[in-house]
């Protein structure tokens, strides 16, 4: 389907505002816009047409948390298999983290990965190094690379522990009105570590990382953000007393804004096989207490954004021990899918709710410029979910590259079953006749 014309037909429309999932409906796309929404629409003759079969139709899914290795390899083919995978989980644009193999903290680079995006018929947003090199010495040119498309910065996962040059960088963020997305870990603490803390890492015989090299982090930051004034958008948060903290300051009208990611609020270190490196995340797999804790943050909305954490690494690395082996799990195939499958309990408005922080909440929070709504004139991104598919997460058949999940052979119920971006169908599991 090659025109930016098209019909949807046969959906129920997630509409996030009213909080409703509507009878179905039909989507009239034009120049890749939405031009109209009725129960029946005429159309030029000629004009494609999509039946979604009584799928849900929700606005765009959007990823705030993915691993992308340019610039530096210039390796298409991971690039490729990043945004390939984006599209069958339903995504319609993801932020790229600044820990590239040469840091985002250039022109250049910020300009390339927009323009590799837009080439690619996807939308990647550039979260640009917030010091140069990535190093924690220097703030980059955040000026500069706001103007060529950053959308945010961040030293990913590599804690900023200058606490001075994290001032200077938020202060600057804050003159700008962008925010600041940190990965929050105490280096020191976490040195060497390749699990939670616990009572498993001790019988493993492997160095843990304790919770509370996370919430330090954050009490710091919280700090930082009241004292500048930044946005601070807390990435990764898996800890009971993390939640807290965000709560807290979140009474207090702080600007802060948090996610999570799948395994927070699915896994428990005691889920892990021993040894098993897919299993091997940062910030690592916590206990049941703060599992529960994370899963209630979402539904209380102190959690604002449902991410995947998707970070893909090479095949080799599949051979290392679990000392060696790097951090990080792909997660833009199965992020839908384990979010559905884990509140699958709850009521409808609540998995609108979900539906929000994967799609509006991570719009907002990056402050971009296009209105996101279900209405006439908004670009026509949209995300095909059919909630009561039931599946079997299977790599083998993953469009990623790399297949390094923790959640090999878990069945899910829900899935993203049609991609749609700026009126094209990039993406689709529904036949048509």
């Not at 909080?19 to 109209?36: D, F, K, L, Q, W």
């Not at 069958?88 to 927009?114: M, Q, R, W």
């Not at 949209?382 to 909630?387: A, E, G, K, L």
């Not at 993953?398 to 999940?405: A, E, G, I, P």
Request: proline share 5%; aromatic share 6%; glycine share 6%.
């Amino acid at each position: 389907m090659e025109s930016n014309n098209l019909l949807i037909t046969s959906a129920r429309l997630v509409d996030i505002e009213q909080r409703i999932i509507t009878s179905p409906m039909e989507v009239y796309c034009a120049n890749g816009r939405i031009h109209s929404i009725a129960k029946s629409i005429s159309v030029p003759d000629g004009t494609p047409s999509y039946n979604i079969k009584g799928a849900w139709l929700s606005l765009g899914l959007i990823d705030t948390n993915v691993h992308m290795l340019n610039p530096g390899d210039w390796d298409e083919d991971f690039d490729s298999s990043v945004i390939a995978s984006a599209k069958a989980g339903g995504y319609i644009g993801a932020a790229c983290l600044p820990n590239t193999k040469h840091p985002l903290d250039s022109t250049l680079a910020v300009e390339y990965l927009t323009l590799k995006g837009a080439s690619s018929l996807f939308n990647i947003y550039p979260i640009a190094a917030l010091t140069e090199n990535l190093k924690g010495e220097k703030i980059s040119e955040m000026g500069l690379l706001k103007k060529h498309g950053a959308v945010a910065f961040s030293d990913s996962q590599n804690p900023l522990m200058n606490t001075e040059i994290l001032r200077q960088g938020m202060t600057y963020a804050a003159s700008l009105d962008v925010p600041v997305f940190l990965d929050c870990e105490d280096s020191f603490l976490a040195a060497g570590g390749t699990m939670h803390e616990g009572s498993v890492s001790m019988s493993l015989g492997l160095r843990g990382i304790p919770r509370e090299a996370e919430s330090m982090m954050i009490s710091r930051n919280l700090i930082l953000a009241k004292m500048t004034g930044a946005h601070l958008h807390i990435q990764s948060v898996s800890t009971k007393e993390s939640v807290d903290l965000v709560a807290k300051a979140k009474d207090q009208n702080l600007p802060v804004t948090a996610e999570t990611s799948p395994p927070y609020f699915t896994l428990t270190y005691e889920d892990m096989t021993p040894y098993d490196t897919f299993s091997k995340l940062r910030p690592p797999l916590r206990s049941q207490k703060d599992r529960e804790a994370v899963r209630q943050a979402i539904l209380d909305g102190t959690i604002d954004i449902i991410s995947s954490s998707h970070t893909p690494r090479r095949k080799e690395n599949d051979f290392l021990t679990f000392e060696s082996a790097p951090f990080g799990s792909v997660g833009l195939e199965t992020c839908l899918g384990l979010t559905l499958t884990q509140f699958a309990d709850q009521k409808e408005d609540v998995k609108i709710d979900l539906l929000s922080k994967m799609s509006i909440n991570p719009h907002t929070t990056m402050g971009l410029a296009e209105e996101k709504r279900m209405a006439k004139g908004c670009l026509a991104n949209f995300t095909v979910i059919d909630p009561k598919l039931t599946w079997t997460v299977d790599s083998q058949y993953f469009y990623s590259q790399y297949h390094n999940t923790p959640f090999e052979g878990k069945k899910l119920q829900g899935r993203a079953v049609g991609t749609i971006i700026n009126g094209k169908v990039v993406h689709s599991l529904i036949e048509q006749q």
